[in-house]
């Protein structure tokens, strides 16, 4: 049946006339395939199989591939079509022809089969139109669709368009007739996978889109576009207008433009809040203000597509893209041929895919007609396109955006998420405009690289809002009302700034201030507006008075079930991110009802993509979803108070794309802060139908969070938010404490403050007690933001940093600082103010008489607004530092700064540097004299100086020349007291430092002048040295022209009456003190030239020479790194008489030869008063002759006078200054050996002679030891890094031989050899001499690798020496066999004292030739050897032999050796000590040795400790001695002696008659025998009581041994059985109150005991009360140490009651005892003391007396006249109990210690023992530590000590003495010969009185300890110190600790420690030393032979410092640890340097 062909015919017969088409047409089919795409996709998929068939004859094999590739039907149709559009039309018009034929089932509906059918006579009607409208017989393919200015072309259009006029009404005839045709969504799209197919496609339709038709329907698309969106747009305006909104045509918003910024959009939006842009501030000030039409103008689109339009909820970005539509459909934006909008809230409900053309169609607007034509017009022009996407912060899919994959295929089906990413990235209609809006905060999910221009929606101002309000209140009494009510408000007015909230704002208003209102109460934070705006939309219809009395708590009342259903959907918003509602997620239609009719919500009609509408409600601002979501939160009763406190933060309002939290979520904790107010319970409480209890309680859980909040480090938008929430609670307490909590720092960093921020935070500010410092940095802000400040009363600090602040800002802030009254600092730098805003501020400042500190830096002032500004300075009082760098100033403007410094007298310091980046001015405090920021260094101030400071003023590196020397020298010339000027880094060359130097006669400089990198020459430098001859006032020129160059004018003090101290160069102090220790000082104005790196030569050196000559006050010239050369040195050494230098002269690195170096030695005879000449050749090129200098304490001619009194009584004495010369890295020979010795030996004086690292040769070390004796006044040879072989080793030995003088020679292979000597000494006898004997020598061959033979070669040298009293062999390589000669060899030597041998490498066959010694050699009296680490083996000798002794530790003998050991001693009768330690004999070497032990008459002592011995071993050695009875004492140590071990041990020895002492210590154990038939009784011998078991045991003492009760019970029989004990000791044994039993129990039989102590024995008060009811019976027992344990007030009663029956009691030692014993019992206690008339020792420590109890004490001391140590520490004694005791002090002269240290005994009290000590002629220690002693007590005891001439020891430490009580205290020293120790530790002491007692402390010549640690005697203090020590020969330990001294004093100090022989301990540590005192420490340490301990923890070393240190440990055997912790080394260096050397300790302990 052809079907076709009846349809063909009907329709042609209804073409009036025209020709009957039979069958299709070649022309036009591609028009309808591609009207009805989609449709025959769809009708076609299902045949799929037979359509293909069909096709395989039209189409290729590799078209055929690519369809059958397509895994669906649908795929495989749309890529046939799209083939078929390539073909030919005849081709498309016979295939369709074949289907509608061959398919019978209908394969198209009857309309899709019609339109093929007419497609024909279409073409027929067109092609005669065409025909006769152009004669040209254009084709088809022809005829353009764009529009064009050809005539031609316009005809063509005109054809067209006619045409297709009559050919719609032939359709619409047609489709009358027809059967109505199914509906079928086209939606089945052809997607591609490969971009090429695509581009084919499209490519193949060109000749369809060309056709004139498809620009007829894109025109007729946009006219019904055009009329649609203006209807719609005028209804809504109307809508509107009725309700008062905002209405778009009221311009009311303002749109701003971001051109340029785009870039930076991420980086603002990241550092923002989410109001970032929400309204124009500051830092936008550069960007343009436009009108929607500008900002989507043609200029601005044609270079980006995509555009972003940004503002806050309710700005009105919605209505704005209406307005877009509307404004296009006006005409205005021409450009675009169609404008489509689509709101992300409808794209959220399709979750299906769609292609483009049902999105834009669809859901926008659908064509009337031929939709597929209109399409292909948009794909084929998209740049005429403009899409508009609103809220995208809305969108559901936003965070996939980055990820979405995205296509270029139109025709493809997409997500909505997918669509939007490929528009919006170009895939999709590439050229057309996209433009989106969103909030800030969104955007971030945005790729931002794309953007071409930024939009900001930015709301109302002020005047905007007044401007509304006119045309919102009609009545003018109301709009007045409420201008002002905003106005008085800022946060209500914050939110009038949104359009949408303004017109909810004025409804309110509208509601309260009604005229039958009378004077309403109108909101004032949010939360009240809120709360407002709830009951005025409830009360909508109530207008009667009466009707209002009550309205609000009725209105709740009545709808409280609604508003509970209201804030339900709220909350389910917020938790699931919605503000769109529709039917599915409302809760009822009840509360749609309830909220639409009372305008809580807002309905709105969203179009799907099924072309249906649904009704979709939202809240009517974002805001009041949040505050219904949190009055959720606070009346439903499932929410706790504690779940609140869980969900209760503050907002970050730091955005991020990973931020998951919906953006409405922003202000929900601000409304739950003022939900939380007082004022809001019964609201809550109605709403909620609770009580105002329970309200409260969740009130309370809120404001709890908030003060929790202020506690954490909250970031600048936290603070902000935190005090909105404080502000919205309107609690100002909450704000006060809040202020607290913040720390008085409010730092604010790049985020937008708005008015309502500002306003908040001025709030909790104005609310906190005390000032604080805000720093806005970076903020955009309104000036309006800046005038609220000015009501801020709490501001201390105020900065501002921001580029864009400008001269606006500058002018407002001008307005408000002055009514700041409590800023002290303003900070505004990088704000862009120039001259115009400083004159503002200037004007401003010089009234701000509060401001202390300005900055100005980095601004734009320039030298106008550098002048404007400082001509305000002098009108600043209390200005103390400007900053003023970085303002563009010229060298005039810095003149200018400069100049200021006469105008403004109290300035203190300008610096100005780098051109004037760098500019700051600081002035003098107003109060005082000193300034409060002094920029004065360090290396320019006077230590411990308490004068006005000298001005400063600093212009480095500002391009000064020597044209501007000029001007600055009248700048100078006017100024007065100048200190320093530093003119560093200018440009003033030689000429400039001529006119300066021509100047400084009238200029008033008084300390230094800084000329350095100022390009001078060496003519230049010879120019400065004149200068310091002719200016006397200057005291120092320091020059260098290497690299870098320095130039260093210094002077002196015009003052005369001023002590000249130059901190940096200590100038030496030779002083003599009288007999009175008095000195006399006479200070030296000494000066100092030093010309370093010069370039010098000969011929500068002449100039010089000439410059310098007859120059009397030169101290130190430094010549160093020239090049002199040796030409220079002997010219130089020529000059040095006329150059009178008196300190020191540096020519380092000249270039010299070991001939300059001979002329250097032989000045040391050419000039009388050179100390130490020093050399090197090596690397450091060193070279420095040192002066003897001019006395500064004694007059020189008091000197000389002294000099001949002594000659005259004495004869003539060589009394020359003594003199060094060291010689390093000079590789001698021997004819140059001999030359220096042969200068050497006419040189006076010369003491010691250093020759360090010069490679001595054998030959040369004998060449100087032939000259040695004729050295005569040397004292110390020394040679150090030096080869030494062993026949030089053997020379140094022989010295002993060569020259008397020698006393000891020291060698070391390793490259150290030193000889010490001593000069001839003649002791005075009335007018004769008498010489004394020489002391003895000494010989230390230690690690030189000795053997046999080199000890029989030294033996040799030996034999000839008489005197030597010490050999030091150790650690050589004697082995055996020179253990064995030396044996041998002993008899023939004539030692005196010791020969050491340690460290030999002997086996115990050697130690058995060392024990033979005892009897070999007569003269031997001690053997000492021990095998173990670090090895021991001496052999002492002695001439008359009183004992002998054998002590062999440790050795590890074999059974063999050890017998035979038994066998040496057994031969060594007249042995006395025997010391047998860790030699693990075990029993069976006991028992041979106790045959051995019997036999040796003379023993006295065995110590066989550690030897594994058993108990049974021990009591058959005890046996062994009963049988032959001898005093001996016995000693064991096993590690079984313990406990219960210990108890059997001390049971079985008790059972020996002859044992008197038995003393167990731990695991030791003591037992002293004594004969038969006698024992010791106190002092006197008496016979042995025949009646007694054990007559002779007198002492039981067990310490510390774990005795407990069970064992002390078994032995207390055996005890018992001891009645004549003496004394019984159970120290620290826990025996507790059983034990104490037991002891109450035995102690009465004992009635001989005079001494007991049970100390930490574990007993309680119960325990005292037993031990006290027997003691009572031991009347004779006179020491009780019952310290440690507890008291109790019942102990300490019985205590005290036993006690006055203990009358022959000398010590009590109750020290440590619990004081649970009370007042009461402690009283009781002492009271007991009443008849122990006799006490010698009472300590009490820790009893706490109190003052009752020391008066108690002290009317018993009144009888104590034998008392001798009194121990009351922390015994809580005041000033009362103090005077007791003074007055009970009076009656006690024998006193040897008081002990007070810990009480509070203040002034009072120590003054009150002042007056006591001058009785005290015996006292030896006082301390009173820790006693509140100031400065009036420590002088009244100073003054006091002066009548103690036997003090020993004083301890102050811990009390704020001062340097007061330290000047009187030097006063006394004198007086105190015996004195030892003086802890002066933390008592405050400054620089003057550590200075003031260093000197008199060198007048205690036995002070053995010195402490002085944590006070600040600084520098100046251990200089003086320093030269103290040179006297102290006593001092064993001194600790400086924490004292704030530094390098500059290290090399007086190292001096001082050597001088102090005895030293063991110093402490230095936390101070501020370097590697330079480290070197100076390393180089001292070897000289420091008793050394133990350096402690330099928490200084400033580095790793270079701590290498010199372990490198000269290897000298330092004796020093056992060297502390360097938290010094400036690495941790892997502190590793390597430990490994190094173990005693260096990095750790803390």
């Known amino acids: 049946m052809l079907r076709d062909g009846t349809a063909g015919l009907s329709w042609g017969q209804q073409l009036d006339g025209e020709p009957l088409v039979t069958g299709m047409s070649t022309s036009g089919i591609k028009e309808v395939l591609e009207s009805n795409y989609g449709q025959i996709v769809e009708c076609l998929s299902p045949e799929a199989d037979c359509v293909l068939e069909e096709a395989k004859g039209i189409l290729s094999k590799g078209e055929l591939d690519l369809i059958m590739s397509k895994r669906t039907n649908v795929e495989k149709v749309s890529i046939l079509l799209n083939k078929l559009m390539t073909k030919d039309n005849e081709t498309c018009k016979k295939f369709f022809e074949t289907l509608i034929i061959r398919i019978q089932d209908g394969i198209f509906p009857m309309r899709l089969e019609n339109l093929f059918m007419a497609a024909g006579d279409h073409e027929v009607l067109w092609s005669r139109e065409l025909s006769e409208s152009n004669s040209s017989g254009a084709t088809n393919s022809e005829v353009e669709l764009v529009a064009t200015d050809n005539p031609q072309t316009g005809r063509k259009r005109k054809a067209a368009k006619a045409?297709?006029?009559?050919?719609?009404?032939?359709?619409?005839?047609r489709k009358a007739n027809s059967c109505q045709a199914r509906e079928v969504k086209s939606c089945s799209t052809a997607p591609f996978t490969e971009s090429q197919e695509v581009d084919m496609s499209f490519q193949a339709g060109e000749e369809y889109l060309n056709l004139p038709a498809i620009s007829d329907f894109a025109e007729d698309y946009k006219s019904l576009m055009v009329k649609c969106v203006s209807e719609k747009y005028?209804?809504?305006?109307?809508?509107?207008?009725?309700?008062?909104?905002?209405?778009?045509?009221?311009?009311?918003?303002?749109?701003?433009?971001?051109?340029?910024?785009v870039a930076k959009l991420k980086e603002r939006i990241d550092a923002s809040r989410d109001d970032v842009l929400s309204s124009p501030g500051l830092e936008e000030n550069q960007d343009t203000v436009a009108n929607l039409t500008e900002f989507l103008s043609k200029k601005h689109v044609s270079n980006c597509r995509v555009h972003i339009l940004l503002g806050k909820a309710g700005t009105g970005k919605t209505k704005l893209m209406h307005k877009v539509c509307y404004e296009w459909a006006q005409g205005t934006l021409s450009h675009f041929q169609y404008v489509f909008l689509f709101e992300f809230r409808q794209l959220n409900l399709i979750n299906k895919s769609i292609d483009l053309k049902s999105m834009l169609f669809d859901l926008f607007l659908q064509p009337q007609r031929n939709s597929h034509a209109v399409f292909r017009f948009i794909i084929g022009n998209p740049e005429k396109i403009l899409i508009l996407f609103d809220g995208f912060d809305e969108f559901a899919g936003k965070a996939s955006v980055h990820t979405a994959p995205v296509s270029n295929d139109p025709m493809a089906p997409l997500s909505v998420g997918q669509l939007f990413s490929s528009l919006y990235n170009g895939k999709l209609l590439p050229g057309c405009t996209i433009l989106i809006t969103s909030r800030p905060k969104d955007v971030l999910s945005l790729p931002l690289d794309v953007v071409g221009q930024v939009g900001e929606v930015s709301g109302f101002n002020q005047s905007k809002i007044e401007e509304y309000a006119r045309r919102f209140f009609r009545d003018s009494k109301q709009n007045h009302q409420a201008i002002c009510h905003l106005q008085k408000n800022r946060k209500i007015l914050n939110m009038c700034?949104?359009?949408?909230?303004?017109?909810?704002?004025?409804?309110?208003?509208?509601?309260?201030?009604?005229?039958?209102?009378?004077?309403?109460?109108?909101?004032?934070?949010?939360?009240?507006?809120?709360?407002?705006?709830?009951?005025?939309?409830?009360?909508?219809?109530?207008?009667?008075?009466?009707?209002?009395?009550?309205?609000?708590?009725r209105l709740l009342n009545k709808h409280r079930e609604d508003i509970h259903g209201l804030c339900e959907l709220a909350i389910k918003g917020l938790q699931e991110s919605k503000s769109v509602f529709y039917l599915r997620d409302l809760l009822s239609e009840k509360i749609v009802d309830f909220a639409s009719l009372y305008g809580f919500l807002t309905t709105f009609e969203v179009k799907t993509i099924d072309q249906n509408q649904e009704n979709g409600h939202a809240f009517i601002h974002l805001t009041l979803q949040e505050f219904l979501a949190a009055l959720h939160q606070m009346i439903d009763n499932t929410i706790s108070d504690q779940v609140l406190k869980r969900t209760f933060s503050l907002k970050s309002k730091w955005t991020s794309k990973n931020d998951l939290r919906h953006e409405f979520t922003a202000a929900i904790h601000v409304f739950l802060s003022g939900l939380a107010s007082k004022g809001c319970k019964q609201f809550l409480s109605t709403l909620a139908n609770k009580n105002e209890a329970w309200v409260q309680i969740k009130q309370k859980a809120i404001l709890q969070n908030l003060q929790k909040l202020a506690t954490t480090n909250l970031t600048g938008p936290k603070i902000i938010e935190l005090c909105h929430c404080v502000y919205e609670t309107q609690d100002c307490d909450l704000a006060q404490e809040v202020a607290a909590q913040l720390k008085s720092k409010f730092e604010l960093r790049n985020f937008r403050l708005t008015p309502a921020d500002m306003t908040v935070l001025t709030f909790v500010i104005n609310s906190g007690a005390s000032c604080i410092s805000l720093d806005i940095g970076g903020c955009a802000m309104d000036l309006e933001c800046v005038a609220i400040l000015g009501t801020c009363k709490n501001i201390e600090v105020l900065v501002f940093k921001s580029r864009k602040y400008e001269d606006r800002f500058a002018g407002t802030l001008s307005e408000i600082i002055p009514k700041v009254s409590s800023l002290k600092k303003l900070i505004l730098t990088s704000c862009s103010i120039s001259e115009m805003g400083i004159t503002h501020l200037a004007s401003a400042l010089k009234i701000c008489h509060h401001l202390e500190e300005i900055n100005l830096q980095d601004n734009e002032l320039g030298d106008a607004g550098i002048t404007v500004l400082v001509d305000v300075l002098p009108e600043m009082g209390s200005l103390r530092k400007i900053e003023l760098g970085d303002n563009n100033i010229t060298i005039d403007g810095i003149l200018r700064i400069a100049n200021t410094i006469n105008t403004c007298s109290n300035i203190l310091d300008i610096h100005v540097s780098d051109g004037g980046n760098v500019a700051t001015i600081r002035f003098f405090s107003s109060s005082t004299s000193n300034p409060i920021n002094r920029s004065l260094s360090s290396s320019m101030e006077y230590e411990g100086s308490h004068e006005t400071p000298l001005r400063k003023l600093s212009l480095v590196?500002?391009?000064?020349?020597?044209?501007?020397?000029?001007?600055?020298?009248?700048?100078?010339?006017?100024?007065?007291?100048?200190?320093?000027?530093?003119?560093s880094g200018n440009e003033l060359k030689d000429h400039g430092l001529r006119r300066l130097v021509d100047i400084l006669q009238d200029c008033h400089i008084l300390k230094l002048i800084n000329l350095s990198n100022n390009s001078i020459s060496e003519d230049g430098v010879l120019c400065l040295a004149s200068v310091l001859k002719k200016c006397p006032w200057m005291s120092a020129v320091e020059v260098s022209l290497k690299h870098d160059q320095t130039v260093f004018l210094k002077f002196s003090e015009q003052n005369k009456d001023t002590e000249v101290r130059d901190e940096l160069n200590p100038q030496p102090m030779v002083f003599k003190l009288s007999g009175t220790g008095d000195s006399k000082i006479m200070p030296a104005p000494l000066k100092k030239l030093s010309l370093t790196n010069c370039c010098f030569q000969l011929k500068h050196l002449e100039e010089l020479g000439c410059s310098l000559e007859n120059f009397n006050d030169l101290a130190e010239l430094d010549l160093s790194n020239n090049a002199l050369g040796d030409g220079g040195i002997e010219m130089f050494v020529k000059l040095l008489p006329k150059l009178q230098v008196s300190r020191l002269i540096n020519i380092s690195n000249n270039f010299i030869s070991l001939a300059g170096v001979l002329c250097l030695a032989g000045c040391l005879n050419h000039v009388r008063n050179i100390t130490e000449v020093e050399v090197s050749l090596g690397k450091s090129g060193k070279g420095l002759i040192k002066f003897h200098g001019k006395c500064r304490l004694q007059r020189v001619n008091e000197f000389q006078e002294s000099a001949l009194s002594f000659e005259t009584q004495y004869g003539k004495q060589d009394i020359s200054v003594p003199k060094k010369i060291r010689l390093e890295d000079c590789e001698t020979d021997v004819e140059t050996m001999g030359n220096l010795c042969l200068i050497l030996e006419q040189c006076s004086g010369l003491t010691e002679l250093d020759l360090s690292n010069n490679a001595l040769s054998d030959d040369v070390i004998t060449e100087l030891l032939n000259h040695l004796p004729n050295l005569r006044d040397l004292k110390i040879l020394t040679i150090t890094d030096n080869i030494i072989s062993p026949e030089a080793i053997l020379l140094l030995a022989n010295s002993l031989n060569i020259c008397e003088n020698v006393l000891k020679v020291e060698v070391r292979a390793s490259g150290r050899a030193s000889i010490r000597l001593e000069k001839n000494v003649y002791s005075l006898e009335g007018n004769g001499k008498k010489p004394d004997p020489l002391p003895s020598q000494i010989l230390s061959?230690?690690?030189?690798?000795?053997?046999?033979?080199?000890?029989?070669?030294?033996?040799?040298?030996?034999?000839?020496?008489?005197?030597?009293?010490?050999?030091?062999?150790?650690?050589?390589?004697?082995?055996?066999?020179?253990?064995?000669?030396?044996?041998?060899?002993?008899?023939?030597?004539?030692?005196?004292?010791?020969?050491?041998?340690?460290?030999?490498?002997?086996?115990?066959?050697?130690?058995?030739?060392?024990?033979?010694?005892?009897?070999?050699?007569?003269?031997?009296?001690?053997?000492?050897?021990?095998?173990?680490?670090?090895?021991?083996?001496?052999?002492?000798?002695?001439?008359?032999?009183?004992?002998?002794?054998?002590?062999?530790?440790?050795?590890?003998?074999?059974?063999?050796?050890?017998?035979?050991?038994?066998?040496?001693?057994?031969?060594?009768?007249?042995?006395?000590?025997?010391?047998?330690?860790?030699?693990?004999?075990?029993?069976?070497?006991?028992?041979?040795l106790v045959e051995v032990v019997t036999n040796l008459k003379d023993l006295k002592e065995l110590n066989l400790q550690r030897n594994g011995i058993s108990l049974a071993a021990m009591e058959s050695l005890l046996e062994a001695c009963m049988a032959c009875p001898k005093a001996l004492t016995v000693r064991f140590e096993e590690p079984w002696i313990t406990g219960e071990d210990a108890a059997n041990l001390t049971q079985c020895i008790c059972t020996h008659l002859n044992v008197a002492d038995i003393g167990v210590k731990k695991s030791t154990v003591s037992i002293r025998l004594v004969d038969e038939g006698w024992r010791l009784a106190n002092d006197d011998s008496t016979r042995i009581d025949p009646g007694a078991q054990h007559p002779s045991l007198q002492s039981i003492s067990l310490y510390e041994c774990g005795i407990e009760?069970?064992?002390?019970?078994?032995?207390?029989?055996?005890?018992?059985?001891?009645?004549?004990?003496?004394e019984l000791h159970l120290f620290r044994n826990k025996i507790g109150n059983k034990g104490a039993e037991i002891l109450a129990a035995i102690l009465p039989v004992f009635q001989r005991l005079k001494k007991l102590s049970l100390e930490a024995i574990d007993i309680n008060s119960q325990g005292m009360v037993t031990l006290a009811a027997s003691l009572c019976k031991c009347r004779n027992i006179k020491e009780i140490n019952l310290s440690q344990n507890e008291l109790g007030e019942e102990g300490a009663t019985e205590l005290g009651k036993i006690l006055l029956g203990l009358e022959q009691l000398k010590k009590i030692n109750f020290s440590g005892t619990s004081t649970a014993a009370g007042l009461v019992g402690t009283n009781r206690l002492v009271t007991g003391l009443s008849n122990c008339t006799i006490l010698e020792e009472i300590n009490l420590d820790s009893l706490t007396l109190s003052d009752s109890g020391a008066q108690l004490l002290a009317d018993r001391m009144l009888k104590m006249a034998g008392l001798k140590k009194l121990n009351l520490r922390s015994n809580s004694i005041g000033w009362k109990g103090a005077a007791h005791l003074a007055s009970g002090l009076k009656s006690c002269p024998a006193i040897v210690e008081i002990d007070l240290c810990g009480n509070t005994i203040e002034d009072v009290g120590v003054m009150k023992l002042a007056d006591v000590l001058p009785v005290m002629k015996h006292l030896k220690i006082l301390n009173l530590t820790q006693n509140n002693i100031t400065a009036t007590g420590g002088e009244r005891l100073a003054q006091a000590l002066k009548q103690c001439p036997s003090v020993e020891e004083i301890h102050l430490s811990t009390n704020k003495i001062g340097d007061q009580t330290a000047k009187k205290l030097s006063e006394a020293l004198p007086k105190l010969p015996y004195l030892k120790?003086?802890?002066?530790?933390?008592?405050?002491?400054?620089?003057?009185?550590?200075?003031?007692?260093?000197?008199?402390?060198?007048?205690?010549?036995?002070?053995?300890?010195?402490?002085?640690?944590?006070?600040?005697?600084?520098?100046?203090?251990?200089?003086?110190?320093?030269?103290?020590?040179?006297?102290?020969?006593?001092?064993?330990?001194?600790?400086?600790?924490?004292?704030?001294?530094?390098?500059?004093?290290?090399?007086?100090?190292?001096?001082?420690?050597?001088?102090?022989?005895?030293?063991?301990?110093?402490?230095?540590?936390?101070?501020?030393?370097?590697?330079?005192?480290?070197?100076?420490?390393?180089?001292?340490?070897?000289?420091?032979?008793?050394?133990?301990?350096?402690?330099?923890?928490?200084?400033?070393?580095?790793?270079?410092?701590?290498?010199?240190?372990?490198?000269?440990?290897?000298?330092?055997?004796?020093?056992?640890?060297?502390?360097?912790?938290?010094?400036?080394?690495?941790?892997?260096?502190?590793?390597?340097?430990?490994?190094?050397?173990?005693?260096?300790?990095?750790?803390?302990?």
Not at 1928 to 1933: C, W
């Open 1877 to 2045: 120790t003086l802890n002066l530790h933390s008592t405050e002491l400054s620089s003057d009185g550590g200075e003031i007692l260093a000197q008199h402390l060198a007048l205690c010549s036995s002070i053995e300890v010195i402490s002085l640690p944590e006070n600040h005697i600084g520098n100046k203090g251990v200089m003086e110190l320093a030269m103290a020590l040179q006297k102290m020969t006593s001092l064993k330990t001194l600790d400086l600790r924490l004292n704030r001294f530094d390098d500059r004093v290290a090399a007086e100090l190292t001096a001082g420690l050597v001088c102090c022989p005895s030293i063991e301990e110093v402490i230095l540590s936390w101070n501020d030393i370097g590697d330079e005192g480290a070197v100076r420490l390393a180089d001292a340490l070897p000289r420091m032979l008793c050394l133990k301990k350096l402690d330099l923890e928490g200084n400033k070393i580095t790793a270079a410092g701590a290498e010199k240190l372990a490198a000269s440990l290897h000298q330092c055997s004796f020093v056992e640890v060297i502390r360097l912790w938290k010094n400036k080394i690495s941790k892997d260096r502190e590793h390597s340097l430990q490994e190094q050397d173990s005693r260096l300790n990095f750790l803390s302990v």
């Open 1341 to 1488: 061959l230690k690690e030189c690798n000795l053997d046999k033979r080199s000890v029989e070669s030294l033996f040799k040298i030996l034999k000839h020496s008489k005197d030597l009293t010490e050999l030091d062999l150790s650690c050589n390589s004697l082995g055996d066999e020179g253990v064995q000669y030396l044996r041998d060899s002993l008899p023939k030597l004539q030692v005196l004292k010791v020969i050491d041998v340690s460290n030999n490498r002997i086996s115990p066959a050697g130690v058995l030739y060392l024990v033979e010694s005892l009897y070999t050699c007569s003269n031997v009296t001690e053997v000492e050897v021990s095998l173990a680490s670090p090895g021991r083996s001496l052999i002492k000798f002695a001439r008359r032999c009183e004992k002998k002794v054998c002590s062999v530790k440790e050795c590890k003998f074999k059974e063999r050796e050890l017998f035979k050991l038994f066998s040496i001693i057994e031969q060594c009768t007249h042995l006395t000590e025997l010391n047998l330690t860790r030699n693990m004999m075990g029993d069976e070497g006991l028992r041979s």
């Open 163 to 173: 045409a297709n006029q009559k050919f719609t009404e032939v359709k619409r005839v």
């Open 234 to 261: 005028e209804a809504n305006m109307a809508k509107e207008d009725q309700m008062k909104q905002v209405i778009i045509d009221q311009t009311f918003r303002s749109l701003t433009m971001k051109d340029g910024n």
């Open 957 to 983: 590196s500002c391009r000064l020349a020597a044209q501007h020397v000029h001007a600055l020298g009248e700048i100078l010339q006017r100024c007065p007291l100048l200190g320093c000027l530093d003119l």
């Open 1605 to 1622: 009760a069970p064992q002390l019970l078994r032995l207390a029989p055996i005890i018992k059985q001891c009645s004549d004990l003496v």
């Open 497 to 553: 700034y949104i359009p949408a909230m303004c017109w909810i704002v004025f409804l309110c208003l509208e509601r309260l201030l009604t005229p039958c209102t009378a004077e309403p109460k109108l909101p004032h934070t949010m939360t009240q507006f809120y709360i407002k705006m709830l009951t005025v939309f409830l009360s909508k219809g109530t207008t009667s008075k009466r009707a209002r009395a009550n309205t609000e708590t």
